[in-house]
């Protein structure tokens, strides 16, 4: 056999076990779950009979995130109006 045939071999047999390896992990048949599960529910919307993932019972899906006010705050400071008055100084009661 030629030297470059026992190569060959060698390699599809390291592939082969990587493969292996690869399939037992527990962590890459969580990802493909993950995987699995987000494509399910871009396509058919969220499964009504799965629990709650964390945080969701709390969020509110109304409210705006970070970038959204960050974004308006921009905008308040290019127009050169604030977006939130500076708070009055404290009033002088008088000394005693």
């Known amino acids: 056999m030629a030297p470059w ?4 071999r060698a390699v599809m047999a390291m ?6 390896r690869l399939l037992k992990s527990p962590s890459f048949h969580h990802a493909v779950r993950r995987i699995h599960r987000n494509v399910q529910e871009v ?3 969220r499964d ?12 509110d899906p109304n409210q705006r ?4 006010h960050f974004i308006e705050e ?12 500076p708070p ?3 009033r002088d009661v008088g000394k005693k």
């Open 5 to 8: 045939g026992l190569i060959i």
């Open 74 to 85: 921009l905008g308040h400071q290019a127009r050169g109006k604030a977006s939130q008055p």
């Open 65 to 68: 995130g970070f970038l959204s």
């Open 43 to 45: 396509r058919h919307g």
């Open 15 to 20: 592939e082969d076990l990587m493969v292996q």
């Open 48 to 59: 009504p009979h799965e629990p709650l993932r964390r945080g969701e019972a709390t969020a």
């Open 88 to 90: 009055a100084p404290p």
